[in-house]
């Protein structure tokens, strides 16, 4: 069997493969080149992440195909539906990079809640002219313990964000569409846990109660969060998205940091990507990463090990 990692895989992940007998090939081939490449070499298998689509084209193109695999959790790159009814097995890693992503939501907020965003930018050019003044005007920040944390979308990433949200001494407030309540276990250093159960509220008291807001929720056909939604927020409230572009309408976000009906935003993913819009980037009150949730050595580490862990045990059913 051979698998194409074609946005790479860990080193770990390549081994447990090895091990197993399967060829391993780590060759990024472009976009355009892949179904030749998968049927001049007869691959079986095609490891993606975000950067590769193997959309109804490929999937047509390419009878050898056996397992796609997507390492992460959304899987809007892929025509999965299309791919199981050829017979084509679908795999992701759902739970490999929550730790990260979540790490990353307390990134954006600390980072907006100190206006890191913005003194990051000033301190380089100025920080030696107006250090008094840069000062002055950073010293309004924010604690995040007692404040509220509204999760929206309360699966394994948003119950990753609620337990830090909880150890940090929040309020921890979410609503889903199909979840009623969660029961997270806050794992202490020695080993003991506290079990917190949360019931789920509509969307609604969500966005009017949260001083906070993080999206976890897959990609939307429609805006998740538009003028109508941000309206219902506390003014001065903030946003994270480390979920999907598109599910936030970034004209009305731009809009609202503009009057300061909220106070920052942080965006680990764009409407436009990979090209997101120049006004987005370029907004003062934006904290900025380019879709890294999931981009730490150890959540890597996890998804190669499970992706191919799934591989094997197909093989072996």
Known sequence: MKVLANDGISQSGIDALENAGIEVITTKVAQEQLSNYVNQHQIDVILVRSATTVRKEVIDACPSLKIIGRGGVGMDNIDVEYAREKGIMVINTPAASSASVAELVFAHLFNGVRFLYDSNRNMPLEGDSRFNELKKSYAKGLELRGKTMGII?????????AKIALGLGMNVIACDKFINTVSIDITLYN????????????????????DFISLHVPAQKEYVITKEEINLMKDGAAI?????GGVIDEVALLDALDSGKLSFAGLDTFE??????????????VSLTP??????????????????????????S
């Open 240 to 244: 994270v998205n480390a979920a999907r």
């Open 153 to 161: 979308g309360i699966g394994r990433i948003g119950q990753e964000v």
């Open 191 to 210: 080993g003991a846990s506290i079990p917190v159960k949360i019931d789920t509220i509509p969307l609604e008291d969500v966005l009017k109660n949260s």
């Open 291 to 316: 879709h890294i949730g999931a981009a730490t050595l150890e959540a890597q580490d996890r998804i190669g090990t499970e992706l191919a862990n799934q591989i094997i045990n197909h093989l072996k």
């Open 272 to 285: 436009n990507e990979p090209t997101p819009a120049i006004k987005v980037l370029m907004h003062p009150n």
